[in-house]
Structures are given as C-alpha cells and as structure tokens.
C-alpha cells in the first residue's frame, strides 16, 4: 500500500554548511521532518516538512507523564550513491512492540518504512558517504494530549528526524558493572524503547564515567549478578571458542544488531548460546584464561570492544584484541555500504 | 530571598467561561504560567506569562530520553477568602531530591515556593471555593536540550502550571494486586517522581480497570508479596488498632500526604508502624477478622478508602466503613480550608 504523504519543502537547504569530516555528534540535523498525528482515534495524514519547532501544550502529557518511545537506525550509501536502510521492518515492529507496553497507539508498520524511504530519498545528500559514517534515524512517538490524569493520551505526535553521524572511533571500552541502581526488571519497562528507561540510567551512567569507565553493565534488580546490557548495547562474550548472551528476559531491549550479530557468528560456524550469564560465570572465564573476546552491539556505535569490567573493587580484564568482533564490524559496515555480500536481504534501497 | 520575577499579563481571563460547579478534570488550565529556563549552567530570570504553546524542537531530549519530573500539590481558600498552599516547602524538596536521581540541575527551593505564591496569588480567581475542592497545581521541569545522544542535557525549563479541581466522590476502591507488572524496583527511579514511572503503570492499570478494579495495588519486583503502593496514592492498613504502612524501601514515593497522615493518626492516639508488609499478612488478617481498614492517600484525591484487593483468583475483603480513614481526611480538608486548627504549621498563606 502506499500512503498519501503531504509534502512542502524547505526553501533552502542548510547541507553546505554541513563540513562531512567533522559532523558535530548528535547536534546537526536535515533539513526535513516526516511528522504523524494521531487524533480521535486515528493517525491524520502523514507529512514531511521543514524542520521546525513543534507548538507543544505545557501540560503535553509526554512531558508529564512519559509516553515517550523511539526508535534508532542509520541509512547508508553503497558506492553507487544508493541509500540503503538496514532491516528498517525490525524497527517498525519494535516500535509497535514498545508502543503496546506503553499504551500508546500503534503505527502502521508500512507507512513507518515507506516514510523513511520518503524522508532518506529526500535527504540522500545529508548521508555522510565514507565507510562507517551514516544518517542516524529517529523515529519517535509521543503523547501530545494536554490532560492532567493518569491515563493514556488520547493524542500523539509520531516523528521521524535524521542526523548525520561520522564514524565512531571507538577505542576498547571499560564497563562499570553497577550494583546499586538498576536499568530495568522483568515487569517493568525494559524490553520497551521507553524514554523513562535511558532517563534511569543518565546518573549511573555519570558516577560511572567518574570513576573512569565508559559505560555502565546493568545487572539485574534481584542479586546483581545476571548480565543485562551495557549502555544502549547488547552484549556478547566469546569464552573457549564460543559465544554467548544474555537471553531476552523481558527486562533486556531486543537488539537489531544483536539479532544481526548473532547470524553473523552462526554463519561463520560460531556457536552462539543465549541464557541467562551470571557476572561470576565471567570472573572465572577471565581468571582461566578462557575468557578471549566482549563486545557490545547497538546501533549507535555499531560493535564496541570491551578491554575490561570493573565490579566493586575487582578488575576483570577481559583481553586486549577482538578478532572475531572485528570480523563483525567489518561485515555490518560492508554490507552496509553495499561492499559485501547482502546474504540474508538486510539493506533496503530507499527507491521504489 | 526575593527574586526578581519578571510578569506579563493574560489580556483577559478565561475564568468567567469556568463554571465552578461543573469543573471538567484535568483539562482547564489558568490564564497564566510560571517559567524558567536553565542555560549555560544557570537558571535565568523566572517569569510568570500567558499560559500558551511552548515552542519545543523535534529533537528535545525529555521527548527522547524522558528527563521529565513532576510535582503535584493543591491550594485551596479558607473562609476569608485567602488562598494557601499545604507543605509547598515538602515538594520543593522532593522535586530536588527527583532531580538528583534524574542527573537534571536542582531548582531553588525558595524560589519554587515563591513562584508558587505568586501564581496563586495571581489566579486566585480559578480556586474554586468547596470544601474538598482545590487549585491543583503542576511544577514539573524537562529536558529541552536538542541533542541526539545519551547524557544529562544541558538545557531544561522548570514550568508551573495551574488547573482547578472539584472535589472527588469518590467511592470505596478495589485494587488489584499485579503480579506480572512492575511500576518500580530498588534502584530504579519508583522514588523519584519520574514520568517515566507513571507511563510504565498505564498499560497494567488498564489491564485492572478491564477486569473491573479501580487502581493496581503494586507488588514488590522479586516475591511479588511485598507491598509498595496504589496508582499515584500510598497506602495504609490498620489491623487490630494499629496502622501499618510500607516503609520507604528505595522503590515507593515518600508521599506528602502519607506524612500527613502518619502525624495526624499519631495526634489521634493512633500508633503506626513503618515496616516491610507481605501481602501475605493482609491476607491473614482479613481471614481472621483483624483488618479493620485500608486507604490509599495522595495529593490528587485525598484518602481514598479500599474495600477489597484482588489477587489472583481471590477477593481479599477489606472491610465496608472506614471510620479513621474519614477521620484523617476530614481533618485534611478541615485544615486545608482553614476551619481546624494547624497544629503543626502546614499551611502556608500566599500572600507576605
Ligand atoms: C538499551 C538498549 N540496548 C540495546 C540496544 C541495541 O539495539 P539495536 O541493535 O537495535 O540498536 C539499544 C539501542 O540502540 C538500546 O537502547
Ligand atoms: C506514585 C505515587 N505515590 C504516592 C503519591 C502520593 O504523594 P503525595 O501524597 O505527595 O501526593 C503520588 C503522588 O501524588 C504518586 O505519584
């Protein structure tokens, strides 16, 4: 099916001002906004239009009350100069997914990929073309209704914003694994892209940073033990020969590039197992010697090694190369640019 | 301290268009707002405006991120006329200590309850004059940052906003005791009053009010046996004579009300207990005949008395008179419209 979407253009466009070897991270955005509002029980016609302020009700009850989800991917260009998004259908489910814990209205999965097509098409001169940069997506939703109560909104706004992001030099990180405060337990909203849920993690996050770590472990509410996720990233452990993760407990966010990753492995002949991994289970790896690879996985940053994690007053080094994570990396952002083969029909060109 | 609050006037009023007898909840707000910004590490001159659109961009970090915390309060008049405010100091302290959690900048406690005196004093006009009914007001602060990526942002207004409440009617409830759902575990933010936590309870308390209950009764992230507290209230038993309610274990609100609640039941003889409380236990005592009654208490409502919990497949009975509960709150109101004596010097006139 393909949606009528009302389309004005921006007058000008702001992309010359744009210097691609040295994007400002998280601060620039296009010159287009694909916008949805969802009124008396339906989404209106959808738009794309200028970027601009959104007139926002004071008492909007995603100010208030956090009805806020989101979603994030990146387009890319292959040599040719074609934008291809990366399995966008995995982030449109999602969306629903998270919409439905959070009593919010879901969006038609169709019109979610058809307006990213529209929007990237627009925007092909925003995406930043060296091996590892991309535009970074943003659909988002949330409760614009002005009602003070506690309910779910009878109105929303779904969005889509794009922000060009040059390549991540990430250097091996450090993990704090935090046993204090928590990210998410089974029942709450962990498994959602829920806004509240990265608010949570803000200040552990700061105390981590301060102590000199990048990113912090989540570790679960009950005994601080089992492995949830780190920062906005899946994680993943190679321990004699063989890889594992956490599996999907209902407090952990199902990855795109974690599902990604672990086709990856199996299709080089790893092994992967997904269960619940205690933190001792690693301590003990690392103190054997078997313990020989970790690395997070997220959209943002694609594949980060990790050097070592930090737990109270222990250190538990994990190793100093990542041969199979490097592997990944390569893989993702070759296939990405449209440089290896496209196996299992991932990239999804933006035209027609 | 005094600051330097800079004003500008509604033209005219919306109040004549309010008829106080037939008050729409949650969606009539005052003529004006109270509003400060927070910019290069400093919050800017506050100003109290038109009440009108914020003009917020797409990319607002509380949209995304759900740096977004509340507060929620009530002024009512006595029978001179004059407006006041209950605890307002209490919730300046409480939005900081939510701030704190939430990795957002402190506002200054002063000038939140001198902003609160001022805007009451201008919109005296809205409180409406019944017992029981009152000017709910809203300081709530957010992120306004447009930033893609996950830190503390560095920009955030601090709002208030004002909307005129009739009293509630509000028949006895039945809760129902979730055991799938979460709304907080310790070390999370259930202590903070974050908007996140409230989107997390929409969905599951749609759930309860489809099975014919009014509220969910939240149960503790382990056992689901211990009790934390009842949609936006908190919560009281009393079992043969003496009162009991969930201590503040990390993941409950420290709600005004309930401190309220604790002094007023001591003044009357009442001895309250402050403990970790099994459901287990309410299940007893309403078998032997010992529960004698059960309220929720919170801002929004008052007390709210508790007929029956549903847990699982069984209807624990509560009980169908609460003669303290009435007590406690007649004594709210009495103190809060002026007509009982303050003994404890909760209410604070709006005017110097
Ligand atoms: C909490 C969390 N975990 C994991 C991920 C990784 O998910 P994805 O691979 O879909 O980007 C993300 C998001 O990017 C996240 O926010
Ligand atoms: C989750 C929650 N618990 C308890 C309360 C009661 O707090 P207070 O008595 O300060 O209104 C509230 C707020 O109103 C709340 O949101």
Same mark, same amino acid.
């Given at each position: 099916?393909?949606?009528?979407?009302?389309?004005?253009?921006?007058?000008?466009?702001?992309?010359?001002?744009?210097?691609?070897?040295?994007?400002?991270?998280?601060?620039?955005?296009?010159?287009?906004?694909?916008?949805?509002?969802?009124?008396?029980?339906?989404?209106?016609?959808?738009?794309?239009?200028?970027?601009?302020?959104?007139?926002?009700?004071?008492?909007?009850?995603?100010?208030?009350?956090?009805?806020?989800?989101?979603?994030?991917?990146?387009?890319?260009?292959?040599?040719?100069?074609?934008?291809?998004?990366?399995?966008?259908?995995?982030?449109?489910?999602?969306?629903?997914?998270?919409?439905?814990?959070?009593?919010?209205?879901?969006?038609?999965?169709?019109?979610?990929?058809?307006? %990213?097509?529209? $929007?990237?098409?627009?925007?092909?001169?925003? @995406?930043?073309?060296?091996? &590892?940069?991309?535009?970074?997506? /943003? #659909?988002?939703?949330?409760?614009?209704?002005?009602?003070?109560?506690?309910?779910?909104?009878?109105?929303?706004?779904?969005?889509?914003?794009?922000?060009?992001?040059?390549?991540?030099?990430?250097?091996?990180?450090?993990?704090?694994?935090?046993?204090?405060?928590?990210?998410?337990?089974?029942?709450?909203?962990?498994?959602?892209?829920?806004?509240?849920?990265?608010?949570?993690?803000?200040?552990?996050?700061?105390?981590?940073?301060?102590?000199?770590?990048?990113?912090?472990?989540?570790?679960?509410?009950?005994?601080?033990?089992?492995?949830?996720?780190?920062?906005?990233?899946?994680?993943?452990?190679?321990?004699?020969?063989?890889?594992?993760?956490?599996?999907?407990?209902?407090?952990? %966010?199902?990855? $795109?590039?974690?599902?990604?990753?672990?086709? @990856?492995?199996?299709?080089? &002949?790893?092994?992967?197992?997904? /269960? #619940?991994?205690?933190?001792?289970?690693?301590?003990?790896?690392?103190?054997?010697?078997?313990?020989?690879?970790?690395?997070?996985?997220?959209?943002?940053?694609?594949?980060?090694?990790?050097?070592?994690?930090?737990?109270?007053?222990?250190?538990?080094?994990?190793?100093?190369?990542?041969?199979?994570?490097?592997?990944?990396?390569?893989?993702?952002?070759?296939?990405?640019?449209?440089?290896?083969?496209?196996?299992?029909?991932?990239?999804?060109?933006?035209?027609?």
């Amino acid at each position: 099916m393909t949606h009528n979407i009302h389309i004005t253009k921006a007058t000008e466009s702001n992309v010359s001002k744009l210097d691609f070897n040295n994007i400002p991270l998280g601060r620039t955005f296009t010159d287009h906004m694909f916008i949805c509002s969802y009124e008396d029980g339906a989404w209106q016609t959808p738009k794309i239009q200028p970027l601009g302020m959104i007139p926002t009700h004071p008492a909007a009850m995603a100010l208030h009350y956090g009805q806020a989800i989101f979603e994030g991917m990146k387009a890319t260009v292959n040599a040719a100069g074609e934008p291809l998004l990366f399995r966008p259908e995995q982030n449109a489910k999602r969306l629903n997914f998270s919409a439905r814990r959070m009593g919010m209205p879901e969006f038609p999965e169709d019109l979610f990929v058809e307006g %990213l097509k529209k $929007i990237v098409d627009m925007e092909r001169g925003w @995406i930043p073309p060296q091996e &590892g940069s991309a535009l970074y997506l /943003r #659909p988002f939703m949330y409760a614009t209704e002005p009602f003070i109560g506690m309910r779910a909104a009878t109105s929303y706004h779904f969005i889509i914003i794009a922000s060009p992001a040059g390549p991540f030099f990430t250097k091996r990180i450090k993990l704090y694994a935090e046993t204090k405060y928590i990210r998410a337990a089974e029942g709450g909203t962990g498994e959602a892209k829920a806004a509240g849920n990265y608010a949570a993690a803000i200040r552990p996050t700061e105390i981590a940073k301060s102590k000199g770590f990048d990113q912090v472990l989540w570790l679960d509410a009950h005994e601080f033990n089992f492995i949830q996720e780190v920062g906005t990233m899946n994680i993943f452990f190679k321990i004699n020969g063989k890889f594992i993760t956490p599996s999907l407990d209902g407090a952990i %966010l199902d990855g $795109i590039t974690r599902k990604s990753v672990i086709t @990856i492995l199996e299709d080089n &002949g790893y092994e992967v197992e997904q /269960r #619940p991994i205690k933190l001792d289970e690693i301590k003990e790896a690392s103190a054997n010697g078997t313990l020989e690879e970790a690395f997070g996985t997220g959209t943002a940053v694609g594949i980060a090694m990790i050097q070592a994690i930090g737990h109270k007053d222990e250190e538990i080094h994990v190793s100093d190369e990542s041969p199979v994570g490097q592997m990944v990396m390569d893989t993702i952002n070759g296939v990405r640019a449209g440089k290896l083969e496209d196996k299992h029909n991932w990239m999804v060109s933006v035209v027609a």
